[in-house]
């Protein structure tokens, strides 16, 4: 039985008249519950993923679920007001942080808002805090190196402009002082740091700020604080938005650091956002893009060919292991995508020997690519020198006569081990590093007993430095070894021995 006209006319009018409404539940919501910083709001219809949603009292979420009949929503501030029936707007804007010069030498929160005390920050311009990766056509492959300063990194773990390179180990054995150092030694580097924080102490932060500052670093960094007292979410966009920040510069041809701290408390927000959030949990409650996760954050760091400018984004990303464990889900998850890890270990901490990096452990995928000529000349044998050691030392416990060959091999493996030892936020340049490593390869430290190694490094520098600086001139501009310089070197070098031993015996 077909439809009579009035009928018809009747039904059109009825729809008409619910046409605005229709529409606004595509952009207007309603909250339907809230709590743990999560709420589920009805309607939005038109929301997207990673957009700003505002809620009544100027506070913002972010939206992360999209199901069929409601949006899964993470609030970005004080959720305490807020309450069921509470109406809630799209803003159609996708996350977004401030990015510019501006940003350098202050302190902010993932949003973008300073956290310093020094007042608003003075930029116009934003970046979406997710961006996909550059692609391969644009990249170029790493082959000018990034200094840290320390002799043990630069010297056996050489890290590049564009590299991935994961600072990995238990609590408390020195992972945010070597990326704290590796910051310092970028003065006059033409490098622009950030150093991202996740879930630190406010106390912490302020301490390495503080140390910046000391060291005249924060004038070409910026840090991006998501402490542990924030929420959640506020945690999981914080590394987003700090790559965000480094990418402005990349665009422009410059090189940036930017340094992970940790990604370890990161895994555990984003956990807690998921759970939340009735996500399905798997290994370790962890969701099952908890890879991805790191992986498209991790991705954003390269190398740009010089048609898309010759910009790089060199990453320190940080893992906390637990009892040295790094055969675990998050640790093996970023080792896969990194480009080789610095491993710190707790019992080389504990005997004293800083920065305790494992060099058997630790390894660099892109290798001498990223050492300058003169590096690679003195330092090519270190890291056979010291497994050799070890590999001795472990026999000598038990053998009581030991021949002349393996007492030299264990005594040279102390000496080198000495030259590696650095006290904290003390980084060496290139050139000074060059100066002891030839001292080690060419048996100047022979006669000279271990507890006296470092003294005789720090006088044969000096010596260096004082009586023939056109040697580090030239290393420094050259940056390679000529048949010349090596011999002049060797002249140096034995007539300060000689000197040495002088006043060894006066003592």
């Given at each position: ?69 409601s949006v899964g929503i993470t609030l970005l501030g004080n959720a305490d007001e807020i309450k069921e029936g509470d109406e809630v707007r799209r803003t159609g804007k996708i996350i977004e942080v401030p990015v510019g010069d501006e940003l350098l030498g202050r302190v902010v929160n993932p949003l973008g808002q300073a956290i310093d005390g020094q007042g608003d920050l003075r930029t116009s311009k934003t970046r979406p805090i997710e961006r996909i990766a550059p692609g391969v056509m644009t990249r170029k492959s790493v082959d000018q190196p990034l200094q840290t300063g320390i002799t043990t990194i630069d010297s056996i773990i050489p890290i590049g402009r564009g590299q991935r390179e994961l600072i990995i180990g238990d609590r408390e054995t020195g992972k945010t ?331």
């Amino acid at each position: 039985m077909g439809l009579r006209p009035d009928e018809i006319s009747a039904l059109i009018k009825d729809q008409i008249k619910h046409y605005d409404d229709i529409i606004e539940q595509k952009d207007i919501g309603t909250v339907m519950t809230v709590g743990d910083g999560v709420a589920v709001i009805h309607g939005l219809d038109n929301a997207m993923v990673s957009e700003l949603i505002e809620f009544p009292g100027n506070v913002f979420g972010m939206v992360m679920n999209l199901d069929e009949d409601s949006v899964g929503i993470t609030l970005l501030g004080n959720a305490d007001e807020i309450k069921e029936g509470d109406e809630v707007r799209r803003t159609g804007k996708i996350i977004e942080v401030p990015v510019g010069d501006e940003l350098l030498g202050r302190v902010v929160n993932p949003l973008g808002q300073a956290i310093d005390g020094q007042g608003d920050l003075r930029t116009s311009k934003t970046r979406p805090i997710e961006r996909i990766a550059p692609g391969v056509m644009t990249r170029k492959s790493v082959d000018q190196p990034l200094q840290t300063g320390i002799t043990t990194i630069d010297s056996i773990i050489p890290i590049g402009r564009g590299q991935r390179e994961l600072i990995i180990g238990d609590r408390e054995t020195g992972k945010t002082a070597i990326a704290i150092d590796t910051i310092l030694n970028q003065k006059n580097q033409n490098i622009y740091c950030i150093y991202v924080a996740i879930g630190q102490k406010n106390s912490t932060v302020a301490q390495v700020v503080n140390k910046l500052k000391q060291g005249g670093a924060m004038e070409y960094t910026t840090v991006v604080s998501a402490s542990a007292s924030e929420m959640a979410p506020v945690q999981y966009i914080a590394p987003y938005a700090g790559c965000a920040i480094a990418e402005e510069w990349l665009e422009q041809g410059k090189d940036v650091l930017i340094v992970y701290d940790d990604l370890s408390k990161h895994a555990v927000a984003y956990r807690t956002l998921s759970l939340l959030l009735k996500r399905a949990p798997g290994r370790e409650a962890y969701p099952g893009d908890v890879f991805y996760l790191h992986s498209r954050l991790l991705e954003r760091s390269c190398r740009l060919n010089e048609e898309n400018g010759g910009g790089s984004i060199t990453a320190l990303p940080i893992i906390e292991t637990q009892a040295g464990d790094i055969s675990a889900y998050i640790p093996t998850n970023v080792i896969s995508i990194t480009d080789g890890q610095i491993f710190l270990q707790q019992e080389l901490f504990n005997a004293g020997f800083r920065p305790a990096i494992d060099t058997g452990l630790s390894v660099s995928r892109v290798g001498s690519a990223a050492q300058i000529k003169a590096m690679k000349q003195v330092s090519s044998s270190l890291k056979f020198e010291l497994a050799q050691y070890q590999e001795m030392q472990a026999f000598a416990q038990f053998g009581s006569d030991l021949d002349e060959a393996t007492k030299a091999t264990i005594d040279h493996g102390e000496k080198v081990r000495e030259v590696l030892k650095q006290a904290q936020y003390s980084p060496r340049l290139v050139t000074e590093q060059v100066i002891t490593l030839f001292a080690l390869k060419y048996g100047f430290t022979k006669t000279i007993k271990t507890n006296k190694i470092s003294e005789f490094m720090t006088g044969i520098t000096e010596n260096v430095k004082m009586t023939h600086p056109e040697y580090l001139t030239e290393i420094e501009e050259k940056k390679v070894l000529s048949d010349e310089l090596i011999s002049s070197l060797k002249e140096v070098m034995s007539a300060y021995v000689k000197q040495f031993e002088n006043l060894q015996k006066a003592e």
